[in-house]
């Protein structure tokens, strides 16, 4: 019998993954991650961020290439493609399809004003009940920075879209995207159950400059001669599944009904829980956006809550001190106990923090005995600040009546650390439970839905498989709540600065 397979990508800030699973019994056979580096981002002032969006695809065509070498496996045999991105980022191209200028992608803080204003022109009200959010720093609110500020790339525009609508368009050749990506674009009325045109009116901005709306779960385009040659893929291969990274990575993780919660540590963190409830309170630092699984007349929210300087933090950290791996660097903060004798740090180098309501305090070091702490303190000390930084926004996604037992996570990232997970764990008395997928697998599983329903994901094999479970370690648990104490004065005394 011949083996047929699903390839689903993950479109990071850092790399850029492909998964394969097979298409039948939905098991892991591989994954690369493209560059062996991590991307770079640019910054042509303090507090953009942008990319190359053709990086992105190249990239996906490397790790494609790749993976089929890798597995022998035969492109003819590829019957489907998932793709999990990066969200809120802006990608702009003419009626070429050529793009106009560098992603801006989700860290970048250039519109943070703008969708403040917006806020204060429309009304809480209207945010509240019509888009569940605040305009905020979000995908629209940067392209009326553009309008504004680049007046002229505007002008040439004909479609704006996400970032996995492009490499959907730049695989596929159709120009398309989903409520989901809408709805974190914030550009998608949920009581109106249409794009969000009061706010488009707001800003100026053409509604006929967003792509055709396909359903999330659906055969979206299918892949060009000129993308088969790139890729190594067969044309004709269907685009089948798309969805942002937190929605995706809580699809892999099984999350869809309310009381399950999913969590990252990647480049940002991510705390992500479901309600059935079509409302938001704005000022929680909490964003709500459609779920991989949302109907009009059957709601499933995301409720979001970003932490953007997590992962990034320990990888500037990496470079700073040279370390020959994470896992070095692990090892080292074992070596300190709870707490970190003392050493506090603040992980919010990285943008605007939705959660601080979009302040910038920055990344610091606090409390430093130069007579006592040294590499292995910094090491420890950032993971326990990024785990208060979880443990702080937990408590906010409480007052959303978003609560669960256990916590979901890949088997990935910061997750991977003891240290870090443990902390957690034990400062918010609930287990972690570690499984074996990523994005990119959970996105080539998420193929089988438009066949088969999401009932096929809670199937063996199409299920992710639990690999560990953090528990609480209430040895440590006086320690840990003492440093948390003294992180939140310091975090306190910063927003106050």
Not at 404 to 420: A, C, E, H, W, Y
Request: proline share 5%.
């Amino acid at each position: 019998m011949v083996e047929h397979y699903y390839i689903g990508y993950d479109i990071g800030s850092s790399s850029i993954k492909a998964g394969l699973v097979n298409a039948r019994t939905g098991n892991k056979i591989g994954l690369v991650q493209h560059p062996a580096e991590e991307l770079s981002i640019q910054a042509p002032e303090p507090g953009w961020a942008e990319q190359d969006p053709d990086l992105w695809y190249r990239h996906a065509c490397a790790a494609t290439k790749q993976l089929l070498k890798d597995h022998k496996i035969r492109p003819e045999t590829i019957i489907g493609i998932g793709i999990s991105y990066q969200m809120h980022g802006l990608v702009m191209v003419d009626d070429h399809g050529k793009v106009l200028r560098p992603a801006i992608i989700w860290c970048d803080s250039r519109a943070v004003n703008i969708g403040n204003q917006a806020l204060q022109g429309l009304g809480e009200s209207y945010c509240s009940e019509h888009l569940l959010n605040s305009p905020g720093n979000f995908t629209l609110s940067k392209l009326r920075w553009v309008k504004e500020n680049q007046a002229e790339l505007y002008k040439q525009m004909y479609k704006w879209m996400l970032p996995g609508d492009y490499l959907a368009f730049r695989l596929s050749g159709v120009l398309c995207t989903t409520i989901p990506g809408l709805s974190e674009a914030i550009s998608w009325d949920f009581r109106d159950n249409t794009p969000a045109h009061t706010l488009l009116d707001h800003y100026g901005l053409d509604p006929s400059h967003i792509p055709e709306i396909v359903p999330t779960f659906s055969v979206q385009g299918k892949i060009t001669n000129q993308a088969a040659k790139e890729t190594g893929l067969t044309t004709g291969t269907p685009v089948l599944y798309r969805a942002g990274d937190q929605p995706n990575n809580a699809l892999s993780l099984n999350v869809f009904e309310p009381g399950e919660v999913a969590c990252t540590g990647g480049t940002s963190g991510v705390l992500y829980g479901v309600s059935e409830k079509s409302v938001a309170i704005l000022n929680s630092g909490i964003n709500s956006f459609a779920h991989v699984n949302h109907q009009h007349e059957y709601p499933r929210i995301g409720k979001l809550l970003c932490i953007n300087g997590t992962g990034i933090q320990y990888r500037w950290l990496r470079k700073l001190l040279k370390a020959e791996s994470y896992d070095q660097m692990n090892g080292w903060a074992a070596e300190v106990p709870p707490g970190s004798d003392g050493l506090v740090t603040l992980p919010f180098g990285n943008g605007a923090e939705r959660m601080l309501h979009n302040r910038t305090p920055g990344t610091s070091f606090s409390d430093i005995n130069l007579n006592v702490h040294d590499h292995r303190h910094l090491c420890r000390a950032s993971l326990e600040g990024i785990a208060f930084a979880f443990a702080y926004g937990m408590k906010l996604l409480k007052s959303e009546a978003v609560d669960t037992r256990v916590l979901k996570t890949g088997n990935d990232n910061l997750f991977r650390s003891p240290v870090f997970s443990t902390a957690l764990s034990t400062l918010l008395d609930k287990e972690i439970e570690l499984y074996d997928t990523t994005g990119a697998i959970g996105a080539a599983r998420a193929c089988k839905v438009e066949q088969e329903g999401l009932e096929t994901l809670g199937k063996e094999g199409f299920k992710a498989r639990k690999m560990k479970t953090y528990v609480p370690d209430h040895s440590q648990e006086e320690m840990l709540q003492k440093a948390y104490a003294r992180w939140s004065q310091i975090l306190a005394f910063n927003l106050n600065d």
